[in-house]
């Protein structure tokens, strides 16, 4: 009997150790062929799909951040202090807003890097590739090989990535088709699209968004003024947004008649609200919190900063527990206050020379004689504004312009105060310790 085993038992061993790795392998080599095929028709498709969009770039794009006024920082080529140049447009906006394309677009690649945070690359007419970073999410259902069109959702305006616990924006870049070479997009942006097609946009987000009814109501808080323009113009809108429009009520000073903030706010909240009570703590001054907010000014986003002022105010008036949450019992406070008044430092007197003193903010594209003080200093404490012509030394100009902002970017970075390029309360203080 055990020989008559051992017989059938030889065959079987020899398959095992033989044949048995032969098979396996043979299998695993028509898995990865069949991987790899789906590999390349995915390719193949995805590079019908870009093809079939053109060659001709569209020049004129509109505004990708859908809803608006948005403050875009015009800062494409500006120098970082790690010595790179910034190569794209960063689009400030109430985190959450939407995002769509500016153009009939395929989706290229949907990632999350530690700088870009979530990202979003598009394939668009004539060859150039479009790049969205620091996304707060990405549109939902979105992937690589999708075809999208003019208004499609692309994700959500956000501080992710290297623009954590920053303000929320858009970092918007447009390359040639190998990606290498970047192009500035202001000149091409356009300030938005029309109300109509607005409405029609947005109608199709609602529609693919995971809580509608909290977007709606975000929208509405933030752009209680788009939708009654539209409106006006006898746009339809997405019937969420008009149910949201006459119930959400817009609540005054009765003081001063200024909007003031309402709804409850809190860490990681952002939005015009959130700006509105920035901007009442710092008019208020109420201390060292509130001073401190001040040099970051109105961002929009409540961080650990905006908490820090909060509690110092809470504290200040009597509001218990002051915890930084701005709640029905802040909020009441709030809006019964009699209407902020902003002080502005008075000149010091010199002690030798002259000091330089701003009494306001300056930023690209304002323009007078302080703007040229300011340039004049910069180019005698070595941050020249130009080497000749116009904003060199001895022949400095009353406008803030482009080489204005580099210059002010240096000095900003050497002084270590933040790097913005926009001459702000931090900046203007720093500023008055120099003598000329």
């Known amino acids: 009997m055990m020989k008559k085993i051992s017989r059938l038992a030889a065959p079987v061993l020899v398959f095992a ?6 098979l396996a392998s043979a299998q695993a080599t028509t898995s990865d062929y069949s991987r790899y095929s ?16 053109g060659t001709v770039a569209v020049q004129n794009l509109p505004m990708p951040v859908l809803f608006g006024p948005v403050q875009m920082l015009h800062n494409y080529g500006e120098l970082r202090v790690s010595g790179r140049t910034h190569e794209g ?19 290229t690649r949907v990632d999350y890097g530690a700088g870009e945070g979530n990202a979003i690359y598009t394939a668009n007419p004539g060859g150039e590739r479009f790049i969205y970073y620091h996304l707060d999410r990405v549109a939902e259902g979105i992937a690589a090989g ?18 954590s616990g920053g303000a929320a924006h858009l970092h918007f870049e447009i390359r040639t088709s190998n990606g290498n070479t970047p192009s500035d997009p202001f ?49 339809a809108l997405p019937p969420l947004i008009a149910g949201f429009l006459t119930s959400t009520p817009v609540t005054t000073s009765p003081t001063t008649g200024s909007s003031l903030p309402s709804g409850d706010l809190a860490i990681g909240s952002s939005g015009i609200a959130v700006v509105q009570l920035q901007q009442f703590l ?53 809006l019964a206050s009699p209407a902020p008044v902003v002080v502005t430092p008075a000149p010091q007197p010199a002690t030798s020379g002259t000091i330089f003193v ?24 070595g941050y020249t504004v130009a080497a000749t012509g116009a904003g060199s030394a001895g022949q400095e100009t009353a ?30 203080a720093s500023l008055v310790l120099l003598r000329t």
């Open 17 to 22: 150790f033989v044949f048995a790795p032969l």
């Open 38 to 53: 789906d590999w390349r028709r995915q390719n193949y498709e995805s590079q019908q799909k870009i093809d079939a969009l």
């Open 89 to 107: 447009e960063d689009i400030m906006a109430p985190k959450g807003t939407p995002i769509v394309s500016p153009t009939v677009a395929v989706v």
């Open 146 to 163: 999708q075809t999208l069109a003019r208004g499609d959702l692309i994700g959500y305006v956000g501080n992710t990535g290297d623009a």
């Open 187 to 235: 000149p091409r942006l356009t300030p938005e699209f029309t109300p109509e097609e607005r409405m029609t946009y947005l109608a199709k987000i609602l529609g693919q968004t995971t809580d509608p009814n909290a977007l709606a109501q975000f929208l509405v808080s933030n752009f209680r003024s788009s939708f009654l323009a539209a409106q006006a113009r006898g746009a």
């Open 282 to 334: 710092i008019t208020k001054r109420i201390g060292a919190k509130a001073v401190s907010l001040s040099y970051a000014g109105p961002t929009g986003y409540f961080g650990s900063m905006t908490q820090a002022a909060l509690i110092e105010y809470q504290t200040v008036v009597g509001i218990s527990p002051a915890n930084g949450y701005y709640g029905p019992s802040t909020q009441a406070l709030v």
């Open 358 to 381: 701003l009494t306001r903010d300056l930023s690209l594209g304002t323009s007078g004689a302080d703007v040229k003080g300011l340039q004049q200093l910069l180019n005698r404490i």
């Open 399 to 428: 406008y803030f312009g482009p080489a204005t902002r580099s210059a002010v970017i240096k000095y900003q970075a050497a002084q270590s105060v933040p790097v913005t390029g926009y001459v702000g309360l931090l900046t203007r």
